[in-house]
């Protein structure tokens, strides 16, 4: 918009340039590069039509639900990590051992690969 517009039909053409070195991130898709405006609307009917061209290209091939799968699976394993991470750091027992083991850590008393199997032993314990 405004004084920046010529800078970005730049920056659009140098995406656009490498973008045509890349592999194409998606099988049946080639990726260009696009700009708009969001004060004056310019440009917002183009990237709207590419994404339903590239929303039907991708489910005719199938690649869609392919994404879309893998995209399920990856939520399952993010969800089990932010748990796992939430329940170590609401632990009793790492809130009162972590600074001490942080401290340790910081003033070059332990290793930090060690005080990563400290932390996950106090853990374990106090689960088991």
């Avoid at 083991?101 to 853990?123: K, Y």
Wanted: aromatic residues 10%; glycine residues 6%.
């Amino acid at each position: 918009d405004g004084k920046n517009k010529n800078a970005a039909r730049h920056a659009r053409s140098e995406y656009e340039r490498t973008l045509h070195y890349l592999q194409p991130a998606t099988e049946g898709w080639t990726t260009h590069a696009y700009t708009c405006s969001s004060l004056t609307g310019e440009g917002i009917t183009d990237i709207w039509k590419t994404i339903g061209k590239f929303r039907k290209t991708t489910t005719a091939s199938g690649v869609f639900r392919q994404f879309r799968r893998e995209q399920t699976v990856k939520w399952v394993h993010d969800m089990i990590r932010e748990h796992l991470k939430a329940r170590f750091y609401r632990n009793p027992d790492i809130i009162r051992t972590l600074p001490k083991i942080e401290a340790a850590v910081a003033n070059g008393r332990l290793p930090a690969v060690t005080a990563v199997q400290q932390l996950l032993d106090v853990f374990q314990k106090s689960v088991s």
